[in-house]
């Protein structure tokens, strides 16, 4: 395995994806060899997530940032394997247990994987529709509008802040951006309130052995490195080659120039990046937050279990994240 951090260089792609917009330029280089791309799309209208085929660059913009919302992937098995049998290249991206799941699922139907290839993002869990739909519902009860579309991971502030937000469009054309640090959805998925119960004991919580030929997360602790701090609003990733076909396609892409790259000790990446080295602990507040979740308001149950964070947060957003992150540095934390 190595280990690098990376930006795509195509600017108006890094902008429209969650962190260094690796997925696009891998999944761009497939669709030019007439392949075809899988991966998560938001479906609003019933506010769920489900893995679709992607056959033109323009469509990618459907799978790029995160959803923090487990992906349908049932239709997709089965297309893949079409795909793959009709002797087309496939991509498929997702979590890694999707990607686990797909190499199994393949292996039981006995259908070659010569043409397949797999990009896994770095997860540390995933929410199940359930409490989305509950959130999306709570939203439009307090602003008194139907929500037509929602976003995780917009960069209306700056990337390297962590400080993305849930952005969302109602009916009659009002937007709204919810800061990551205080937004009710991001609280529970961030703080390990509401993943799903066997994120928590994660295979996949590690650097070796992981599913996929590429592994792409966030390069959290970035800074330390590239002190250009436009780049740094713009989001830099952390790819993990984890087989030789992964290597050689990652060499590929930094020889066309698509993408910038540089090696990293992967041991500087560990720190600030939990997922690679174990599974999320389930927050204390997890089992109570569910049994609530059936009677009460999402937001309401959410302020009375987080009173203090969302007061602190509130706090830390008035004194600057710049000059808290200079503050924590003087007391020696990280
Ligand atoms: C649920 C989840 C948890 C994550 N946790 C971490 C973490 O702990 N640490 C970290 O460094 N990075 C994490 N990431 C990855 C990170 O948020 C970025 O997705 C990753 O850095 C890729 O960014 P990009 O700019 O290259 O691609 P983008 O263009 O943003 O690509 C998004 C890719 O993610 C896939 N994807 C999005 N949502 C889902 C989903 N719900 N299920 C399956 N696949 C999905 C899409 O298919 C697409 O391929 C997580 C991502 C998800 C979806
Ligand atoms: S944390 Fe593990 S089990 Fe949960 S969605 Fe991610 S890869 Fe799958």
Redesign the pocket.
């Known amino acids: 395995m190595n280990c690098y951090y990376g930006w795509?260089k195509d600017i108006s792609v890094?902008k429209?994806?969650?962190?260094?917009?690796?997925?696009?330029a891998i999944?761009e280089t497939i669709l030019s060899q007439k392949g075809v791309v899988?991966?998560?799309a938001i479906d609003c209208e019933t506010s769920t997530?489900r893995?679709i085929p992607v056959e033109t660059a323009e469509q990618l913009s459907l799978?790029?940032?995160?959803?923090?919302?487990?992906?349908n992937t049932e239709a997709a098995f089965h297309q893949v394997a079409e795909a793959l049998s009709g002797h087309r290249r496939v991509l498929f991206?997702?979590?890694p247990c999707?990607v686990a799941g797909l190499k199994r699922y393949l292996s039981i139907k006995r259908i070659s994987t010569e043409d397949l290839f797999t990009?896994e993002?770095?997860?540390?869990?995933?929410t199940n529709t359930k409490v989305v739909q509950s959130y999306i519902r709570s939203i439009e009860a307090k602003y008194k509008r139907k929500v037509v579309k929602y976003h995780f991971?917009t960069k209306d502030k700056p990337w390297y802040h962590s400080g993305s937000s849930m952005h969302i469009c109602f009916e009659d054309g009002k937007e709204i951006y919810r800061n990551h640090a205080v937004d009710e959805l991001y609280l529970v998925f961030g703080r390990n309130v509401a993943l799903r119960p066997s994120c928590h004991a994660c295979p996949f919580a590690k650097e070796e052995g992981r599913p996929a030929d590429i592994t792409?997360?966030?390069?959290?602790g970035a800074e330390e490195y590239i002190k250009d701090k436009d780049l740094l609003k713009q989001?830099i990733?952390?790819i993990l080659t984890n087989t030789d076909r992964g290597e050689a396609f990652w060499k590929e892409l930094t020889e066309q120039n698509k993408v910038t790259s540089e090696p990293l000790d992967i041991k500087k990446a560990l720190p600030r990046?939990?997922?690679l080295t174990r599974p999320a602990r389930a927050n204390a507040a997890r089992e109570a937050f569910f049994l609530r979740l059936e009677q009460e308001d999402f937001i309401r149950l959410v302020h009375s279990i987080f009173k203090k964070v969302i007061f602190k947060e509130k706090i830390k957003r008035f004194i600057g994240y710049d000059r808290m992150r200079k503050i924590r540095k003087l007391r020696g934390k990280r």
């Open positions: 795509n890094l429209d994806s969650a962190s260094g917009g690796i997925f696009s999944a899988f991966g998560a997530v893995h799978l790029r940032r995160s959803k923090y919302q487990q992906s991206s997702g979590t999707q990009v993002v770095l997860c540390h869990g995933v991971r792409i997360g966030d390069f959290w989001g990733g952390l990046n939990g997922a």
